[in-house]
Each structure stands twice: as structure tokens, then as C-alpha cells.
């Protein structure tokens, strides 16, 4: 068989027989240059690809690696009957390479040499070709791959877990059935290791198998929970910081506890969630939530935040059950906690002594936070309790009816967190403190109106006023939220409600008009998030600053993200032209694919470099400073300086987007983009109320009580006469 490609000056030919197979080529008119190919191969046992990193015209045959060679730095394309015509008469460069399933099963036989470790190194970088992927599966160098791990120590060991890291990403095949005894031995105590290097691969592999259905929460969850190192520990303190890590081992931390978290269900929620107190890890989440500057946990952050939200709809919708154990138990916590007994239930303030039926509105969560006021503050609510005994009927104050509609106001409030585009409540962390905050609230604006039983509802507006208040509130810690939720006095509530009242929010706290709004909020958010990337493929100008040396004159840089949003493409000019560049003409890109964060103002590298101007110049420029990131720690792909507030906005909200994260500000420095959804979320919801208003319909605060089914789906006709009966 002999291919002749022609392509410019240049001819190469392949030549194959069964004696001898040589490559060659022939350049401007030279000598051709062969080279014998590796006699131990069959002619079958080679390839043709095609490799459009190296031109033909900057191609020295002396420096091409022998085509038995398996170390590929750029990604190749196997010719097959549908593409060989095609790069044919592209006149393509062609190698000649063995087979991936030959390099495949040599890797395995070499896995188990001596020189095993250099195989298991070059691994990684084979995995990402699918055709060496699907032969190393097949020919069972999984279980080979994983008798490695087993038996591998320090950077041996971590070598190994990179390679099965880049096999599981690149194929859903061979990794379906791990012993757990490799995942309780091997793969745990390297999640929990102090070394970052084992750490970091044995963290993202846990993260794929979690995500994966062949093992779930329930199967990590066992062997974190079963393992000597105290695996759940070193996850927390990984993330809380305590155990010197980097930020993508931090992150991944953080990561595969999510992961954990939404992979449970049901009871698995449940035991989660005794895990996660154990640890207090809801308040490290916190703590990094009020001190934490950088962006990169934000998203998951947020993620966290979504699943105690979760958590929480899920305990309001579990129905109180006294044979339950566990139910029981925290009914016994409440009434010993409040001081009487099992079948005093209404001094509590309900009207039966049915605590499951009274509580059926807020379920295991309502009385999980009465609970833990009793536990709290025991003699103040004991207190309370005899006080409100000794009070006429209608002018007392039900503690038990009070919970229920401040914990309908509490779940109702934070409902929003879970939103896509959510912004940040830390408060909803501590749901119970805030639960115990809020009944103070309550408490104090009662005696201070002198209440009776009938003004519950009218008590739950106000403390639903400053609920709704407080979000909108810049605080520092959750004590300040605290202290201005307890705090608020009654004139400063009802003075809030009544603005409200003016502007028309008192219809927006109705519960129909909560969800319009939600709803609004998500288009408003895809709208915005459109309009970003929408700007940046567009394209816009930016001034060039030197490396070191400030801004240059008359330079300027125009960026233009590409439509399919995988490379930034860029070119420097010297003038700002008429008509924006478009893509051919802006020959520079950045690969997206590359980008790991996003670092703004004096986190970004350009600060860094032209801090010893700083201290001599004016430093309008760096509040718009900001860079994106790359795999290398502390170097940047690409760094800008925005002309205006609003640029900067737009395009670190792209970045923002393409990175997967949130486009809120959740730095909390910059406020365009709140400010520009809440506008266009007002606008569209008065547009959308404006015809209710005109039409006074009203809007009930409460969606209807549903009837109850009919005892039986057997309709029959009635015997005695025409009539239809059950």
C-alpha cells in the first residue's frame, strides 16, 4: 500500500509491506528521509491520525519521535473511512502511530514490571484518548490499575490515583464495582491524608463515585464514618483550614460534602444531618461565609446553603409520629424542657392536647425548634407558661400557636436561597437561633401592643415586616443580625409596614404574590445572564498596562468572547477602530477550558506587579482591576482593567457565568448587578400587579385548605334510588 499526500512543496509518502514499513518524506525537492518503524509491530498493529498542532512547513523530520513513540503532547485524530477523504485532500500532516489498544495492553503487562511507576505516571495523559481508554478497560487493566493503588505509598500513590482520577473521567466503564474494601482502606484514608498531593486526586475520585449511581450516599457515607482517620473530621477541618491545604483541595472538600448531602434522602438526610452537628459544621460555613474574600467557594457556598434549605422543607413536611422513636423522644425533650406533663399539651396554648395534629402545619421542624427554645431558655419559657395560665381565655399568648406561624414565616422568608441565583443567608444556617430570635420578636411586640389571642396573625405581619427588613440590611456577623432582629422596636416595625403598605408590598408578602416574584426573579436572572455573555461576544476595548510599568499609551486591546464560548479572542491596536474587530482578525485567544477563578482588585496578579507604582501614582484603575486564573496557582491567563464601573460589571459577570457561578455580587463590593436585577424585577412585578390593583381583585394570604379525598374511588348507583353513592 503506498499514500502519497501533497501539500504545498512537500510530499509525504507511506509505504507498507510485509518485509519492512518505513515513513518518509520528501521537502522542497530534497533527499527524501526515511525511517524504519518498529519491526515488533504488525502491519496491523498501526494506525493513521492526523495532527494539526506542527505545520508541515515547521516540521524537521530529524525531530519527529518515532511513531512507535506513546508520548503525545497535542490531540490527534484516527483516520477512518468517514475522514479520510477529507484530510486527504487537505493535504493534512499524517503520523503513523500503534494501535490504542496495543499501546493499551502493553501499559497493562507493564504494570506490572519494575518500571511500573513511569507507566502509571504516563497514564494520565493516555486516558484522554477514548480509544486507549476503551482497550485498557477491556482488556480488565482496571483491577490491575487498582492492586496498585492498593500497594502504593506516598508519591507512588498519588501517581496512581491521578491515572484511575483521569480514567473515571473519561469513561462511565470498568469502575462500576469497587471492592469497599479499597474504598474503606485505600481511598478514604487517602481523602483524610495531611499530603495535598494524595489529598486533592482521592477527593476528586470520591466526588465521581458519590455522583455516580453505582454508589451513592450511603456507601461513602459508611466508610467515612467507619474509618479509623476520622475521615469526616479531616474533611472539616480541611475546609474550616485547620489542616494546612491549598484552595482546590479546600474547595473539593466542601464539594464532596455536598455531594454527600444531596445524594441523601429520607432518613440518609437525617443521619447526614447528625453528622454535620456533630461537627458544627453549619457554623464553619458560617464563619467562612462572614470572613471569606474570595469567590472561589462562593458557588459552593450557595450550594451548601441549598441543601440546609432542602433539609429544612423536608423536616416542615414530616408529619409528627408517636411511634416514631425518634419522634417520641423529642416529644418528651419538649414537655420536660417546658415543664408539664404528657397530657397538658394545651398549656402550651393550643387547643387540643393532639400535638402532632396541632403542629401539622410546621411538622418535625416546628417542633424540633420548639425544642431547642425549651433547651435554650428553659426558665423563661416555664415562666412564660404559668404566667399566660394565670390570663383570662383570649388574652392569653399560645407559645405553641406562635412557633407554628413564626416557623411558617421563617420558611417562607428564606425561600429565595435555594433559587439558582440566589444570594448569600448566612442567617438560614442557624435556622433555629433565627427561630428563637424571631419568637422574642414576637414576644416583645405582643406585650408591647397588649395582644390577645386573636391578634396572632397581625403579631406574625410584624415580625414577617422586619424579617423582610433584615434581608435588605448590610451586616457584618450574624450577632448584628441578632441584635437588630431582637431589638426592633414596635414603632420602627409598624412604621416599616406602613411603607410598605404605601408602596404596595403589602400585597407582595402575600404568599401568591412571594411566588410570582420567585418566578420573576429566575427569568430576570436568565435575562441578565444572556445579556452578559451576550456583551462579551460583542466585544469591547480595554486599555493595555505593562507588566510592570503602568498603562501605555496609545495601546489598546480589544477582547471578543467566541460563539461557542470556549476561547477569548484578542488583538492589541494602537488606535481604537470605527467598527469592532470581528474573530478573524483577532488572531490571539485564551482557552476558556484552562480558567479556574476569577481575581479581582488587589487579588489580581497585574496589581501585584505594578505595586511599586502604586504608592506613586493615582489608583483610579485598580477598584477595576481583575484577572482570570489558571491551573497554576497565582498566574493568570489574561488580566483587564475596565473603563467604567459598568464594563467591569458586565464582564466579570460573564466570567462569573462561564466559571458556573453566581452573577450576584456575592463579593460584596460590587453592587451594579443587585441593583440592576432588583430594578428590572420591581419593574416587571408592578407591570404584572398593575392590572390586579386596577381590578381589586383580591389576593387571599393563605392558598385554600384542600378537601379531603372521598373514602373510597368505588363509585356505585345507590340501591334504593337514582342517585350515585359510595
Known amino acids: 500500500m503506498l499514500i502519497n499526500v501533497r501539500s504545498g512543496d512537500e510530499r509525504i509518502q507511506y509505504s507498507l509491506d510485509q518485509n519492512m514499513m518505513e515513513l518518509g518524506w520528501i ?3 530534497l533527499q527524501p528521509k526515511f525511517q524504519q518503524l518498529d519491526p515488533k509491530y504488525k502491519a496491523s498493529d498501526y494506525v493513521l491520525a492526523v495532527q494539526q498542532a506542527v505545520t508541515p512547513a515547521s516540521m524537521d523530520p530529524s525531530d519527529t519521535p518515532a511513531p512507535s513513540s506513546t508520548a503525545r503532547r497535542v490531540p490527534v485524530e484516527y483516520l477512518t473511512n468517514q475522514n479520510l477523504q477529507m484530510h486527504l485532500r487537505e493535504g493534512v500532516e499524517l503520523l503513523l502511530l500503534v494501535s490504542p489498544t496495543v499501546q ?12 511500573s511507576k513511569r507507566i502509571v505516571f504516563g497514564l494520565r495523559q493516555k486516558f484522554e484518548d477514548p480509544l486507549f481508554t476503551q482497550g485498557f478497560v477491556a482488556n480488565d487493566g482496571v483491577p490491575v490499575l487498582l492492586n496498585i493503588i492498593r500497594e502504593s505509598v506516598r508519591n507512588s500513590l498519588a501517581y496512581a490515583l491521578e491515572s484511575f482520577l483521569a480514567l473515571i473521567r473519561n469513561t462511565d466503564q470498568g469502575w462500576d464495582a469497587i471492592p469497599y474494601e479499597i474504598i474503606l482502606n485505600v481511598l478514604v484514608p487517602a481523602v483524610a491524608a495531611t499530603q495535598v498531593n494524595i489529598c486533592r486526586p482521592a477527593l476528586a475520585i470520591a466526588i465521581k463515585m458519590v455522583q455516580s449511581p453505582h454508589y451513592g450516599f450511603q456507601l461513602f457515607h459508611k466508610a467515612l464514618k467507619d474509618s479509623p482517620q476520622k475521615a469526616y473530621q479531616a474533611l472539616v477541618d480541611r475546609i474550616s483550614e485547620r489542616t494546612e491545604t491549598d484552595s482546590e483541595t479546600r474547595r473539593n472538600a466542601l464539594i464532596l460534602m455536598n455531594e454527600l448531602h444531596s445524594a441523601a434522602d429520607g432518613d440518609e438526610l437525617s443521619e447526614f444531618g447528625e453528622v454535620l452537628q456533630e461537627h458544627d459544621f453549619s457554623k464553619i460555613i458560617l464563619a467562612i461565609f462572614e470572613q471569606s474574600q474570595s469567590e472561589y467557594l462562593t458557588s459552593e457556598l450557595l450550594r451548601y446553603q441549598s441543601n440546609i434549605y432542602r433539609d429544612i422543607v423536608r423536616r416542615r413536611n414530616t408529619q409528627i409520629n408517636k411511634n416514631n422513636p425518634q419522634h417520641s423522644n423529642i416529644l418528651s425533650n419538649l414537655l420536660m424542657g417546658a415543664d408539664i406533663h404528657y397530657n397538658q399539651v394545651q398549656q402550651l396554648g393550643f387547643a387540643t392536647d393532639d400535638l402532632p395534629s396541632e403542629l401539622q402545619p410546621v411538622g418535625l421542624l416546628g417542633l424540633q425548634c420548639m425544642v431547642h427554645f425549651s433547651r435554650t431558655h428553659k426558665e423563661y419559657l416555664t415562666k412564660f407558661i404559668s404566667e399566660q395560665a394565670a390570663r383570662t381565655d383570649g388574652r392569653r399568648c399560645g407559645f405553641g400557636p406562635a412557633s407554628v406561624e413564626v416557623v411558617k414565616a421563617l420558611v417562607e422568608n428564606f425561600q429565595s436561597a435555594a433559587e439558582p441565583n440566589a444570594s448569600k443567608e ?55 443580625y441578632r441584635f437588630q432582629l431582637v431589638n426592633a422596636s414596635f414603632k420602627e416595625v409598624q412604621q416599616r409596614q406602613l411603607q410598605n403598605m404605601e408602596a404596595g408590598r403589602d400585597l407582595l408578602l402575600k404568599p401568591t404574590c412571594r411566588s410570582l416574584r420567585d418566578k420573576i426573579h429566575k427569568e430576570v436572572g436568565d435575562f441578565v445572564r444572556n445579556q452578559r455573555l451576550q456583551c462579551m461576544m460583542n466585544g469591547s476595548w480595554f486599555p493595555v498596562f505593562a507588566p510592570r510599568g503602568g498603562r501605555q499609551r496609545n495601546a489598546f486591546r480589544f477582547f471578543r468572547l467566541s460563539p461557542n464560548r470556549r476561547f477569548l479572542h484578542y488583538e492589541d491596536f494602537s488606535e481604537i477602530l470605527d467598527s469592532p474587530p470581528e474573530l478573524p482578525n483577532l488572531p490571539k485567544r485564551v482557552d476558556l477550558s484552562d480558567a479556574t477563578d476569577l481575581a479581582l482588585y488587589s487579588a489580581s496578579p497585574l496589581f501585584a506587579r505594578n505595586r511599586g507604582r502604586v504608592d ?6 485598580m477598584k477595576w482591576t481583575f484577572s482570570v486564573m489558571g491551573q497554576e496557582e497565582g498566574v493568570s491567563l489574561v488580566d483587564f482593567v475596565a473603563e467604567s464601573q459598568s464594563q467591569f ?16 455580587s456575592a463579593s460584596g463590593q460590587i453592587k451594579e448587578t443587585d441593583d440592576f436585577i432588583n430594578t428590572l424585577l420591581d419593574y416587571e412585578l408592578q407591570l404584572r400587579l398593575l392590572e390586579i390593583r386596577l381590578g381589586q381583585v383580591n389576593i387571599p394570604n393563605e392558598a385554600p385548605l384542600r378537601p379531603p379525598p372521598p373514602p373510597s374511588l368505588a363509585f356505585l348507583p345507590s340501591p334504593h334510588d337514582n342517585a350515585w353513592a359510595l
Open 616 to 621: 506613586d501614582e493615582p489608583v483610579d484603575w
Open 104 to 115: 493499551a495492553i502493553e501499559a497493562i503487562a507493564g504494570l506490572s514490571d519494575s518500571d
Open 27 to 29: 521537502i522542497d525537492n
Open 649 to 664: 460589571s458586565e464582564w466579570t459577570d460573564g466570567f462569573r457565568i462561564l466559571l458556573g457561578r453566581t452573577i450576584s
Open 426 to 480: 448566612p442567617a438560614l444556617l442557624v435556622f433555629e437561633d433565627v427561630y428563637i430570635w424571631a419568637m422574642q420578636l414576637f414576644l416583645n411586640l405582643w406585650g408591647y401592643m397588649q395582644a390577645n389571642e386573636a391578634d396572632i396573625p397581625k403579631v406574625v405581619q410584624l415580625v414577617q415586616t422586619q424579617l423582610e427588613y433584615m434581608r435588605t440590611v448590610a451586616w457584618s456577623t450574624v450577632d448584628h
